[in-house]
């Protein structure tokens, strides 16, 4: 069986956060992030762009 690296653009989220809190950058790590949506494309994910490394990425949470 052949497994997969997990995908960057995706970063998970504490469980039970608020979401007021800003998500960590997948790519670069930053906490300097912004929300764009508060839903993405399922009820639990949403939208933040991150202001370091101007990557766009979804939180699950």
């Known amino acids: 069986m052949r497994r997969s690296a997990p995908d960057p653009s995706v970063a998970a989220g504490a469980a039970g956060s608020g979401g007021d809190d ?27 762009f991150c202001d370091d490394c101007g990557e766009p990425f979804e939180r699950f949470g």
């Open 22 to 48: 800003p998500a960590e950058c997948p790519y670069c790590g930053s906490t300097d992030t912004e929300r764009e949506h508060p839903k993405g494309p399922g009820l639990c994910r949403s939208m933040h």
